[in-house]
């Protein structure tokens, strides 16, 4: 079955960087775009990034252009988010989630990024 977890989250400073991992299985990872989409406390679900099959191509939501890097290893199985100079509006829980035909049909459970002094 198909599996998303992710970790690497934490309670950092504001200015401060992270790197977040979803390590997938149960399908060919290699295949499917994936994304990052973040829920800070009581907002609702933020798209913050995508990546094509390949890794060559990458997109950003505004909020985070610039700060944040996603990326892909293929052999390994798994998504990353670097996450640099963070803010404290950037608090909240991290999901990856695979995409099929344009729309996210699997979610992993989040990892949590607290960013505060």
């Known amino acids: 079955q198909v599996q998303l977890v992710e970790s690497g989250g934490g309670l950092v400073q504001p200015g401060g960087s992270l790197r977040l991992s979803c390590a997938a299985s149960?399908?060919?990872?290699?295949?499917?775009?994936m994304n990052w989409v973040r829920q800070a406390p009581g907002k609702g679900l933020e798209w913050v990034s995508a990546?094509?099959?390949?890794?060559?191509?990458?997109y950003y939501a505004d909020s985070v252009k610039g700060r944040f890097t996603i990326s892909r290893d293929n052999a390994k199985n798994t998504l990353y988010l670097q996450i640099s100079s963070l803010k404290p509006e950037d608090t909240a829980l991290y999901y990856c989630?695979?995409?099929?035909?344009?729309?996210?049909?699997?979610w992993g459970q989040g990892t949590q990024v607290t960013v505060s002094s």
């Open positions: 989630a695979r995409v099929l035909t344009g729309c996210i049909d699997y």
């Open positions: 990546i094509n099959t390949g890794g060559g191509s990458t």
């Open positions: 149960g399908f060919t990872f290699s295949s499917y775009w």
